[in-house]
């Protein structure tokens, strides 16, 4: 199977990362408030990543390679919520059956380091056995059609996050990218509902801002939007208003931070850039609403020529398909330089308390709080 968008991974670290790398790697060495003792026995979740092989850049088959192995050790994380299927395009069913035999694989060729998620229990249970669960998610709810009976089959094949919407207007609402911004269909109001009957997470990502409003208010569980940024702070679509913000703080949500382009203006994203994009965040949700959610690999990326064609074909094809969201260009990398590498929890949480972040609201921030609207969701 081909990999399309955050999936593309060329092994390796970036050859040349700048000297905003090296200063922030001497600021960590020199303030120890956070350090990895702690971090090794953090709830650290990933609200959107991707564990692709490094080792077969383009190719997502076949057991995971020592270097993944090595990478998702390194990483510390808990879990990641892994994307079966994007957008509206093609048979998305038969490509979300294909990538849970394909992750499944991944998990029973080594059970002592992969585990699948699929109830609170099972979450918790990364910590104490040392490895890393695998939370099946939608990005779009389109492979639905018109059939909300395909949302118990959905959570029977163990998907526990389901987007409503990518970028374009789809069958239960308007993405964020439809100037109409007409909002969630009567379909739509149906499946916020099912969502609910289904204890399916219901994330909000990619959506219209009346989407996102209608379907916060409908919600009688605590939705989630997996990967963003502030749009108060950045004026792009995909990013979100703080007056849905604190409305999804308000319900009990979470807001994951990205690591994208839609962070910075000029496309290019720096460590200061994450920092004001999370800090505006907690200021207007509260500690306990806040996440990360990378939209990126778990490895690091090699950024070559290679990566950088990959860019710049996957702009053009988003582009003719209408889901090329603004802030998106062909050389803007998609991912933060300064923690291109696997254990980039560790060193945003150290350059957090190196700001004066408190141990506990880091907690927060890497991973508990997904974790407890993934708990009072799922049971």
């Given at each position: 199977?081909?990999?399309?968008?955050?999936?593309?991974?060329?092994?390796?670290?970036?050859?040349?990362?700048?000297?905003?790398?090296?200063?922030?790697?001497?600021?960590?060495?020199?303030?120890?408030?956070?350090?990895?003792?702690?971090?090794?026995?953090?709830?650290?979740?990933?609200?959107?990543?991707?564990?692709?092989?490094?080792?077969?850049s383009l190719q997502l088959e076949?057991?995971?390679?020592?270097?993944?192995?090595?990478?998702?050790?390194?990483?510390?994380?808990?879990?990641?919520?892994?994307?079966?299927?994007?957008?509206?395009?093609?048979?998305?069913?038969?490509?979300?059956?294909?990538?849970?035999?394909?992750?499944?694989?991944?998990?029973?060729?080594?059970?002592?380091?992969?585990?699948?998620?699929?109830?609170?229990?099972?979450?918790?249970?990364?910590?104490?056995?040392?490895?890393?669960?695998?939370?099946?998610?939608?990005?779009?709810?389109?492979?639905?059609?018109?059939?909300?009976?395909?949302?118990?089959?959905?959570?029977?094949?163990?998907?526990?996050?389901?987007?409503?919407?990518?970028?374009?207007?789809?069958?239960?609402?308007?993405?964020?990218?439809?100037?109409?911004?007409?909002?969630?269909?009567?379909?739509?109001?149906?499946?916020?509902?099912?969502?609910?009957?289904?204890?399916?997470?219901?994330?909000?990502?990619?959506?219209?801002?009346?989407?996102?409003?209608?379907?916060?208010?409908?919600?009688?569980?605590?939705?989630?939007?997996?990967?963003?940024?502030?749009?108060?702070?950045?004026?792009?679509?995909?990013?979100?208003?703080?007056?849905?913000?604190?409305?999804?703080?308000?319900?009990?949500?979470?807001?994951?931070?990205?690591?994208?382009?839609?962070?910075?203006?000029?496309?290019?994203?720096?460590?200061?850039?994450?920092?004001?994009?999370?800090?505006?965040?907690?200021?207007?949700?509260?500690?306990?609403?806040?996440?990360?959610?990378?939209?990126?690999?778990?490895?690091?990326?090699?950024?070559?020529?290679e990566y950088r064609k990959y860019?710049?074909?996957?702009?053009?094809?988003?582009?003719?398909?209408?889901?090329?969201?603004?802030?998106?260009?062909?050389?803007?990398?998609?991912?933060?330089?300064?923690?291109?590498?696997?254990?980039?929890?560790?060193?945003?949480?150290?350059?957090?308390?190196?700001?004066?972040?408190?141990?506990?609201?880091?907690?927060?921030?890497?991973?508990?709080?997904?974790?407890?609207?993934?708990?009072?969701?799922?049971?």
């Open positions: 199977m081909r990999l399309r968008r955050r999936e593309f991974i060329v092994g390796g670290v970036a050859a040349a990362v700048g000297a905003a790398t090296t200063s922030s790697a001497i600021a960590r060495a020199m303030h120890t408030g956070y350090g990895a003792d702690r971090y090794e026995h953090a709830m650290v979740i990933d609200a959107q990543g991707t564990i692709g092989d490094p080792d077969w076949g057991p995971p390679s020592e270097r993944l192995k090595r990478d998702l050790r390194d990483s510390g994380l808990a879990a990641v919520s892994m994307t079966l299927s994007v957008g509206s395009t093609g048979d998305r069913m038969e490509i979300a059956t294909r990538k849970i035999a394909i992750f499944d694989e991944k998990v029973a060729s080594a059970p002592e380091l992969l585990m699948r998620i699929r109830t609170a229990a099972d979450l918790k249970a990364t910590r104490a056995t040392h490895r890393l669960g695998l939370i099946f998610n939608l990005q779009d709810s389109s492979l639905l059609e018109n059939d909300l009976s395909r949302v118990t089959l959905c959570q029977r094949m163990g998907i526990r996050v389901m987007q409503l919407t990518y970028n374009t207007r789809n069958l239960v609402g308007d993405g964020c990218l439809e100037v109409a911004n007409s909002g969630l269909s009567n379909l739509g109001h149906k499946l916020v509902a099912e969502l609910n009957r289904q204890r399916i997470v219901m994330d909000l990502s990619h959506a219209g801002q009346r989407t996102i409003a209608e379907a916060i208010a409908e919600a009688q569980a605590p939705p989630i939007i997996s990967h963003t940024g502030c749009r108060d702070l950045l004026d792009r679509p995909r990013n979100v208003f703080d007056a849905e913000l604190k409305t999804l703080a308000d319900k009990g949500g979470v807001a994951g931070i990205y690591f994208m382009p839609f962070l910075a203006a000029d496309g290019h994203v720096s460590r200061e850039d994450l920092i004001r994009h999370i800090e505006h965040a907690v200021d207007v949700c509260g500690e306990d609403h806040v996440g990360l959610g990378t939209d990126g690999t778990v490895s690091a990326v090699n950024i070559n020529d860019l710049h074909d996957e702009f053009e094809s988003r582009t003719s398909q209408g889901t090329a969201a603004p802030g998106e260009a062909p050389d803007a990398l998609q991912l933060v330089v300064e923690y291109n590498e696997p254990r980039r929890f560790l060193h945003l949480a150290e350059d957090l308390s190196a700001r004066g972040w408190p141990a506990r609201r880091i907690d927060k921030l890497l991973g508990e709080n997904f974790a407890r609207v993934f708990g009072e969701v799922w049971g």
